[in-house]
């Protein structure tokens, strides 16, 4: 057997291997995740950013809970990965999102996996996405994903996710029109935590300004516009497809307002409401057939980054590191630009 | 392109609260380039053993200042062995009588480093421990 094939069948150790070998970019996990693809497209893949300490990893740990034991219908398996930042200088890294997750523990139906970002800069590592498929094939039906401490450029979490979940606490952002004009765009839900600290008033009302600013009354947001990012669906459809879709799903079904829920993640007030709004996005985006296009739009955009990847690669092979220090000294000495540095090793190879 | 890291748990079993010595190998190895997973205090064997599955890491750092190491370290490596993680290297720091040393050895234990300990020589134990296996 196969190590996919012994992830297929529940073996947490070969899960945890395949986990590893996706993570270091093996031949072994670009196998497995080949053979693993088809099976994955089944769970429910939920983002978690907001800024350090905003209390992401604690609503994880108190949303994976809810899903393990629902008031109503059956418990569902849950995944959980965590990324947290390596050290630019040494590579190394403190992954401690598991202190905040110790609830979860003995529970079979509960898998939790640290990364490290491994010098990637979008919140994400370079192989969460392979994580997260592995995850999904192994049969774990609702995903969270949560993301370094972000800040405004974080937004790749809203490529993978289905559902994003941007946590805010109180305090922690006065000048929060600066500060999360760039997050916001991407929420799906806003989520306020810590709500029984002070200033909390304060917080919402900012982010409804925000909401109501960014998208003037009725402030809602149309299906093609929830993430607010460039990535255009529109010209993957037919024209006359994407009409009857909007005609099926009618006016409301169409639109997706953000709403804002307050939560306390230490006692979990709040968070049977978050989970209800959780599930009420992802019906909405499956009615609206909105899943299917991001489904795509996420698979066209790990397609672009693989082919980068690949090209990029390629190019390296065709260009010795004489040639590149030598450039990169002209470049220094001033004696051409960037632009120029460029053209000279994509052309006079 | 592999980009193999080593990883390492960090863990704290049984009911003391001191965490710095713990904390301060944590941020050695981070220094180290290394990847810690660090799980806090008073964590029964039972949930050390699932982190490492769940994690698949190298090596596990027991940080016990409790004197219970004689029941909490082996119960540890029983349960890795269980789980088919005989291969993952176990080392404990805190305080540890002298007497106790030898047995923890015998029974699979791969270093045991008390109060004054370098933690260069930690990471080098670890990496000479880890690295060969490492594909």
Redo the contacts between chains.
Sequence with gaps: MTLAENVLQGD??SL??V??QI????EAGYQALNELFRRAGQAHLIGVTGPPGAGKSSLVNQLARYYRQPPQGAPKKVGIVAVDP??PF???????D??RM?DL??DPGV????M?S?GSLGGLAAATSGIVQALDAAGFEVIFIETVGAGQAEVEIAHLAHTTLVVEAPGLGDEIQAIKAGILEIADILVVNKADRPGVEATLRALRSMLQLAHPSPHVFSANLVHGFAYDTAGLFEASEAESERELTGTNNGLWITPIQQTIATDGSGVADLAREIGKHYQFLRESHELKRRERARLAAELDFLLRERLV?HWQSQVTELQYNQTVDELARREISPRQAVDRLIHDE | ?????I?VLIAKPGLDGHDRGAKVV??A????????????LR??P??IA??A????VDAVGLSILSGAHMVLAPRILALLKA???ENVKVFIGGIIPDEDVPRLLECGVLGVYGPGTSTERIIEDIRRLVEPQS?
Excluded: H, W
């Design positions: 947490r150790l945890a291997r986990l590893t993570e270091n970019e093996s390596s050290s040494t590579g190394g890294a403190i992954l401690g598991r202190v110790r523990a003995g898998f939790i996996r640290s490290a491994r690669r | 392109m592999d980009k193999k890291k990883r944590a941020r190895l981070r220094d180290a380039g290394m990847e810690i997973i660090y799980t806090g964590q029964t039972e949930m699932e982190s599955l769940q994690e698949d789980n088919g993680q594909v």
